[in-house]
């Protein structure tokens, strides 16, 4: 399970490594253009219930850790379905990835 720290000694969010790979190009993107924006998650499992939202700004320090040391392949839908939801007026919400039809075919083979 990889990890965001967001802030001077904040607690670690633990958020799936191929997940927060693709949430890491588009906090980037925002960053880079000197966006503010909020990001929502829902609670993962062993949690707590329910899902939490912080506000993510430029001059606050961020950090990404990965359990895995190879980068995990990126799916450039599931990196535009996210921007999708980092323009809108609710900021990033942390979506599940969908999968074509090909792509679950030969994940069950």
């Known amino acids: 399970m990889a990890s965001l720290v967001y802030g001077d000694g904040g607690d670690p969010i633990h958020i799936e490594d191929r997940a927060l790979a693709h949430l890491k190009i588009v906090i980037a993107t925002k960053l880079r253009r000197n966006e503010s924006f909020t990001l929502s998650w829902e609670h993962p499992e062993g949690d707590p ?10 001059s606050i320090p961020l950090r990404f850790t990965f359990d895995e040391v190879e980068p995990p392949p990126i799916s450039l839908r599931w990196v535009e379905q996210l921007m999708h939801t980092a323009n809108s007026s609710g900021g990033i919400t942390l979506v599940d990835e969908v999968l074509d039809a090909p792509e679950i075919e030969a994940a069950a083979d």
């Open 49 to 58: 219930g329910g899902r939490s939202t912080i506000w993510i700004h430029p």
